[in-house]
Every structure is written in structure tokens, then in C-alpha cells.
């Protein structure tokens, strides 16, 4: 058996195939089913998001697991099986381990550290386990992946500092204003920029967020997709004052916001302060606005410059993820190897116990009390626990060191034991976990 990760990602293929293998979350279970009906796959599990899709299985042929998976992908897209084929990754054992945690810590993201794929992953290991194809090692696997996660973000800062534009303005808002809540914001124009820093403001709990455009249509668009309020331009330009936050992304040729415009609206807010950021491209507000009292001007330069900042310490953080990325690895290896024993110590101590089993049985203890019977019985069982004690742990040792294999083929012919198949039960009853 060996654990594999089988998958693509924005790293090795286009959006057009990734969005053609995507599995939507109402066919989850379906994907699961297929996947998992494959004979030579023992359990498997699927993570799926607008950036990636992977497959992790326990196989015990990793040919015939790769096959299955691009014959299930070519069959759902519609794409040659040869072609998909040329943009797989696949990982076995050790390395999809370390790749699964990578995943979830954000170090394999298009936005290094961004912390939703790690709910991702975890809500890929929770499917898998509803459905029951994820069994005891893929269970132990997005467990450990949702731990790593959350050691991740609190041990490192990962996932700290914007590093994007649109964050990186609302986030340099918040540092002026403390907080946003109960404060006003306006949004200038009804582009892709202007969206997402609109969204930025509304979780950050702008009080009003109004949304003005030359087109009041696109405005009313765009406000009713970000819990805003529509306005007209002039209505906009006119109420400047009553804006603590003013968000600028038009296609205007020439300043939408100049000097007068804006020394005219501090004098009505008799200069509390006013954050102005300008993601426009030619620039919409007169750079001479920031010379102006309590007045906060940010533009595209100003904001890349945080942003790349914020992504050179992320670089640094990552190594520090990394580290613990392979201690957990190596505890999960070590688990892994342990599995090997775990047969031939259930097969032990069974063969222990009927020999117990079969001593009390033989012995002439009716003229016992039941109390008597019962002590006898407990002596002996802590005399085979004694007795076996230092062998299990050697044992278990040795299946940690990847030493196992040796040790159990010894104690099989020794004592002439069946040594069969891992069963989930017995392994939490061996390991207490």
C-alpha cells in the first residue's frame, strides 16, 4: 500500500483544463464513489478548488490508481486522456504528505499564505470521512493537514500583511482610522479594482458605503453586489464631506478629484481626517491632494510598494512554516511505518490470550469463588501484560525507525503467527489513539 497524491494544479496546467477536471461540490459524492470503486484503491479523498484538483488515495498499485484518475477526469471534461495526462503531478508517500501540508499552509497558493484553502482542505477531509472512502490513514492524513494549518498561522505570520492591492488600501485605512466600523466610504467608479476594495471595506464594517459612477447603472450594479448604496456622480463629487474613506478606480483621462474639490469638502468636516486611495491607472486624484491638512493619499506606486513588503516577509515566514511542515511529516512517517507492526502485535497478543484462555479453562477452579475466579483471572492478565510489555514497545520502536518489517517477519515465525491486515479498530486499540 502507498499513499499517492495524484493531481494538477495553476502550476502545471491552464484554467481552461482546471476548470474542465473541477468537481463541483454537488458531484463530490459521485467523484468519491468512482474513485473509490477502483479495485486497486483502498480509500481516497478529493480536494477541488478553482486552483487545483487532487486526488489523495491509499493504492496499492499507483499505475492503476494514475490511470483511473485520468480516465475519471477525461471522461467528466471531455479531454483527450493523453493530453490531461502531460499536466499531472504525482506524489507518493513522504512527498504527498508534505505536499498535502504545504497545500493547507498556503505555501502552494497563487497568493502565498491566503488562509482559505486551509478550510478547503479540511472540508475535503471531512467529505471523504462522511462518505467513508476516507479510512484510517487518509483520516490521519487531513487531520494532521488541518493541525499543521493552524500551527502555521499561529507560530509564523504566514498570513499576515495584504499582499494585494485592494487589501493592502483597507488595511492602510484601518491603520489611520484605527478601525472602520461606523465610519462612511465612497467608492468612485464601478470597475474590477473598485469591486474588490469595496468587499475589502464592507467585511472590515464600513458603516455606508456608497458607489457612484458616470454610468449610475453600473453603480447600481455594483452596490447591489457589495451591500452598498447607489448615487449619482454629482451627488458623489457634491457630498465629498460626508466621506471618511474615498475609494477611486474610473478610466478617466484626466484627475476625477483635484485640490479644490477636496479642500472644499475638509473645510465642511472642519479637517477630520480623509483617507483618499487612488488605483487608477492613469491616476484619478490630483497628487497635490495630499499636501492638503488630515488629508491621506495612497496611489497604485504607494500600495505595491506595501504589498511587495508584505510578500518579501511571507517569504521569510515560509521557512519557518516549512520547518514545521517536516517535523509534522516525520511524525506522520512514523505513524505510517508503526502500521506495520500493529498486525503482528494484535496477532501477538492473541496469541497470548488463548493461550490464557485455554490454562483457565483446563484449570480446576470450581471450588473457587467467583471473586477468586476473577482474581486469578486479572493476575494472569497482568502477568501476559508484563510479559509482553518491553517486546510491543520494541516493536513499536523499531516500526518508527522503518525497521518493522525485519522484526515482524522474526516474531511471525517464532512463534508461528498469522499476521493479517491492519483493521481500523485494532490499530486504535494498539496505539491508544
Known sequence: MSLVVIGLSYRTAPVEIRDGVAVLPQALDAVLQYFSSVPEIAECAVLSTCNRSEVYCIATDIHAARAAVIAGWSEQSGLDADALGQHLFVYRDTEAARHLFGVACGLDSMVMGEPQIAGQVKDAGAAALSMGTSK?????????????????????????????????????????????????????????????????????????????SRTLARAQDLAGRVGGRAISWDDGIGNLHNADVVISSTSAETYVLERPHVAAAMQKRNNRSMFLIDIAMPRDIDPAVGDLYNVFLYDLDDLESVVGANLEKRQVEADKVRAIIKEEVDNFSAWINSLEVVPAIVALRGHFQSFMDSELAQAKLSEFSEDQRAQITNLMRRFMNKVLHKPVTRLREAGEEEDGGTYVAALSYLFDLVVEEYHEKEIKEVRGS
Open 136 to 212: 484510517t490513514v487518509l483520516n490521519r492524513l487531513f487531520r494532521a493537514a488541518t493541525e499543521v494549518s493552524k500551527r502555521a498561522r499561529t507560530e509564523t505570520e504566514i498570513a499576515t500583511g495584504a499582499v494585494s492591492v485592494s487589501f493592502a488600501a483597507v488595511e492602510l485605512a484601518k491603520k489611520i482610522f484605527g478601525n472602520l466600523e461606523g465610519h462612511t466610504a465612497l467608492v468612485l467608479g464601478a470597475g474590477e479594482m473598485s469591486e474588490l476594495t469595496a468587499r475589502h471595506l464592507a467585511d472590515n464594517g464600513v458603516k455606508s458605503l456608497q458607489v457612484t
